[in-house]
């Protein structure tokens, strides 16, 4: 197991460390990505803290979540991610996702339109880390093109935002809160 230590201005060159030890620029692709999945899991933190008293059981999804996202900064943070000592993002985890999804999806009207982020404030934030786990997926991507990751980092990310879509409306259908529908032209 791995564990943080107390070192402070290390970085003030710009250079941080990976696990591993080998030093790298702050602005390295590797770095920004695993930076994107801190910034996503700490917006889902603060999804939690709005979501947690009236809907206990997404704030308990999106604990998980969070679990797993760490693992994923951990793994993106490693030159050699079998040494960890974690348990490795693998197709089970995205399994998980794609059935929360399902369940939550039978729950909802079928979408027909594009419809605008918002409604309630829980919601909005829900779309709010949506929109960074797409930028986080990216991000990935781009690693990717670079660099071989595990696959299943990128399947990871890309269904995390379709689970965090369908939370979004999910929570306006619970809170009574309607779509607002763009065709085009305006909200209908």
């Known amino acids: 197991m791995w564990y943080l230590s ?10 941080t ?6 030093r790298v620029s702050k602005s390295d692709l590797r770095v920004e990505c695993y930076g994107e999945v801190d910034e996503l899991s700490s917006i889902i933190g603060l999804c939690r803290a ?21 693992r994923i900064a951990a793994e993106l943070a490693s030159e050699d991610p079998g040494k960890l000592g974690l348990e490795l993002i693998g197709e089970r ?10 369940r939550i999806e039978s729950r909802l009207p ?15 934030m829900l779309h709010v ?27 990871y990310l890309n269904r ?3 689970l965090l879509f369908s ?12 779509e607002d529908i763009w065709l085009g032209r305006g909200i209908e």
């Open 129 to 155: 880390a949506r929109a960074v786990a797409r930028r986080a997926e990216r991000r990935a991507v781009s690693l990717n093109s670079r660099e071989s990751i595990n696959p299943n980092i990128l399947s």
């Open 93 to 102: 985890d995205v399994a998980v996702l794609d059935e929360h999804v399902e």
């Open 6 to 15: 107390r070192k402070y201005g290390l970085g003030d060159s710009g250079e």
């Open 50 to 70: 709005v979501l947690c008293e009236k809907h206990p059981e997404i704030n308990k999804l999106l604990l998980d979540v969070q679990t797993a996202l760490f």
């Open 167 to 178: 939370l979004a409306r999910y929570v306006n259908v619970v809170e009574g809160v309607s």
């Open 110 to 124: 079928q979408l027909r339109h594009f419809i605008y982020p918002g409604g309630s404030l829980p919601a909005s």
């Open 17 to 22: 460390s990976l696990f591993g030890g080998r």
């Open 160 to 162: 995390l935002s379709t």
